[in-house]
Every structure is written in C-alpha cells, then in structure tokens.
C-alpha cells in the first residue's frame, strides 16, 4: 500500500517518538487484540459515564455519525486492518481502554492505546471532518480527563513492577527507559511513584541534566527532551497552517485576544521538537527571565492535516499544524537580556490525555534552566518563538529526520546575537 503524498510503502513510513510500533502489521494485531479482550467483557455497552456520553452523542447527532462511519468504512476500505468493524465496537475498545495504563512490551510497544485505536480514520477524508468538530471534541476531552484522573491515582500502578514482558521496572524496560538517571527506590512499592503519571513525570537525579551557560545570555538553552522537528525563519502573523509545510501562523497558535504577543513574533524564528515515549516530560525555561503570561488554549484532539496525507500515527506529519489547533499552554518570558526581548514557549498536546501542567506564575522571576511545568501522559510537541533579528544560529540544523537525536533538556540550543 503506498501512501500518494510521499510515494513511500506506509509500512516502510517511520512512527516518530516511539509512542506506536514499527510496522503496521504489529499495530494492527495490537488493535485486533484490544478490541478482542474489550468485545469479551459481559457488559455491552460503555461503563465509564464521559465515554457514554460521547457514544449518545454520536448517536443522537447525524452528521457525527456520518462522519465517524465513513471514516471507519474509507480506513477499512483502503485494507487497513482497524480491528473493530464500526462506531459501537470502536466506543467499547476506547471504554476498555480508558480503565487502565499502558503496558511496556519489547516487541510491539504501544504508549497511545488510543491512538492505535484511531490511527487510520482520523487521517480519512470523513475524519479530518470529524476530529475537527467541536462537540466531538468536548466529549473526547472528558473522555480524556476523566482517564487522566485515573492515571493519577493509585489504581494505575498495576504496570509499575519488575514482571516481565509488560512491567516498567522489568530489566527491558528500565534498560530503555534509563531508569538509572531518574529519581526512585526499588526498595519502596511501585519504587515511590504515586501513580502512573507520576512515573510518566519522573524527575532527573541531580546534575543529569547541567544547564549550559548558566551566566551567558546570549546562549539558549532547550526546554524539554527532545528530538528537533522544524526551524523556520520569518514567521508570519497569519498564514496558512493548514497548506503543505504548514507553515507557522502566530495568531492562531497564540489564540484569540492576543494579538499584540503574536505581532510581536511576526518575522522571527520558530524552533519546533518532538518527546518520545522514553523521554522526560518536563518543561525548563530556555532563558532567565520575568513570566510574563501564562494561559491554557482548548483545542482538537486527534486533528491532523490533509495536506500531509494518510501517515502512520496520523499526527507526526502535522506538528506545525497541532500548534496552532491542539490542546497547548503558553508561557512567555521576558529575557534579562533586553536584546533578546521576549520568548514565548508552547507546549502542545498531541495524543492521548498529554495534560499541558504550567508551575509558574506571571511576575515570576525564573533562572534558565527552572522548571516551567510539564506534560503529563501522551504524546507531545513544543515550540519555541523568538522576536526578529534575535537568533543568530541554532547549533541543530535541519534536515531532520527520525534519526535524529534528542537535544537534551538544557542543552545548548541556540546563540542570540
């Protein structure tokens, strides 16, 4: 099967992050297994409340039932193996995997349960459509915080053991992870976490992570883990996000009422990078500086760009286009350094639950390399803005690729001039 964007075999086509498994033939046994182990259970019909509310509303509302049985049929039509035959089968897999965390495995490991589930017909023409439509996402959104609750509480450890294959304290599983750099005590239960998202949050040990030029101004510092995605250069006020390249459109990644903040980003740089499965999930502040703002923007959820074409994790290929549409918290920062101006930070929710969790407050003074806050559970993008003539170089260069490394979390990443 090729893929008519990129003339490349979708199963040669490389899942960024780590989140899903290579090869579609191991995602689609996932699926069919899932939907097995949720068609099994007694009850036929969803038990969790957020994920019946969204099945009434599918159901009490044409257009979205439309959307979502076309866009199953398309997926299913184009020979993808999706492992559920239509809405109601799909509603009891989303049901059974919300009442439990992910498991490691070392063959086919999938962090996004949810987006297997969802991978092929979100990047169909019936559900561009659908992924987009407010109500749709308003129920998704409770579907997700409610899992989101329950990765936070006690009853999500189950998976946070030595067992193997599927426990994340397995010698697998700590070897990928790099347990050895995280704050834990394996003599303790669960080795001190809390809960599934406190594991998925963990901290580095001290001095892990050494923040490059402390006392240089001039040098920029990487605020998360993470692969580069995109750099560009002139940045536009408003353009066209949802056009190939999607290029950056400020005023819609910066939201409604902040015009002055997107204009004054307008002809600057954007540096973009991704979080993998393994990596740590918290944001530091790339510069010292006074918190000037800092605001959550509700978004879509699983919205991805037909301009990119059918893509194996549907939202790889959209980054520049999830900044300006998804779930995303911004924080931005007056420099220290008046030359550098101000610098403001997105962090983007790009599957799953992925909670965007800010810790500072406007007025705060932060040192570079302070922790700004962090992405619980989900997959996940961030941004960087830069005012114009500020960036003399970045020390990454593109082209990027999936081989390419993660700067490190207070790394050198950037020289202002």
Not at 67 to 75: C, D, P, S, T, V
Request: aromatic share 12%; glycine share 8%; net charge negative.
């Amino acid at each position: 099967m090729l893929d008519a964007a990129s003339h490349v075999p979708l199963d040669h086509r490389r899942r960024l992050g780590g989140w899903l498994p290579e090869g579609e033939e191991k995602l689609a046994a996932f699926r069919t297994e899932l939907v097995a182990q949720a068609l099994s259970r007694p009850t036929k019909t969803p038990s969790v409340a957020a994920v019946r509310a969204l099945a009434a509303l599918i159901d009490g509302e044409p257009a979205l039932r439309m959307h979502l049985a076309r866009a199953i049929g398309e997926a299913r039509g184009r020979g993808y193996e999706l492992g559920y035959r239509d809405s109601a089968e799909l509603l009891l897999a989303i049901d059974h995997v919300v009442t439990c965390a992910p498991r490691f495995s070392e063959s086919s490991l999938v962090v996004c349960p949810l987006n297997a589930l969802l991978d092929w017909p979100m990047c169909m023409p019936s559900g561009y459509a659908l992924f987009r439509d407010r109500r749709f996402n308003d129920a998704l959104k409770a579907v997700l915080n409610g899992w989101s609750a329950f990765l936070s509480g006690p009853h999500s450890r189950a998976c946070l053991n030595t067992r193997e294959p599927d426990g994340w304290f397995s010698p697998e599983a700590t070897r990928r992870v790099g347990m050895e750099q995280f704050l834990s005590d394996p003599s303790l239960p669960y080795w001190g976490f809390t809960s599934w998202n406190d594991f998925f949050t963990r901290r580095f040990r001290a001095g892990m992570r050494p923040v490059a030029g402390e006392d240089d101004r001039k040098l920029i510092v990487s605020a998360c883990e993470a692969a580069p995605y995109n750099i560009s250069h002139g940045a536009r006020y408003e353009d066209a996000f949802w056009i190939k390249a999607q290029p950056y459109s400020l005023r819609d990644i910066f939201g409604p009422g902040r015009a002055r903040l997107a204009e004054r980003f307008a002809g600057g740089s954007v540096y973009q990078a991704f979080l993998s499965a393994y990596n740590y999930h918290r944001w530091h502040a790339p510069v010292s500086g006074t918190i000037v703002d800092t605001y959550h923007l509700d978004g879509t959820y699983y919205s991805c760009a037909e301009s990119e074409g059918p893509d194996p994790e549907g939202l790889n290929d959209s980054q520049g286009y999830s900044a300006a549409l998804a779930a995303r918290a911004v924080v931005t920062i007056a420099c220290d350094d008046p030359a550098v101006g101000t610098v403001g930070c997105v962090f983007v929710g790009m599957a799953e639950v992925s909670s965007c969790m800010i810790d500072v407050t406007p007025g705060q003074h932060v040192c570079k390399g302070e922790e700004l806050g962090f992405f619980q559970y989900g997959g996940s993008t961030y941004c960087l803005f830069f005012e114009p003539d500020v960036i003399d170089a970045f020390f990454v260069q593109p082209p990027f690729s999936h081989e390419t490394p993660p700067v490190h979390v207070n790394a050198a990443l950037a020289r202002a001039r």
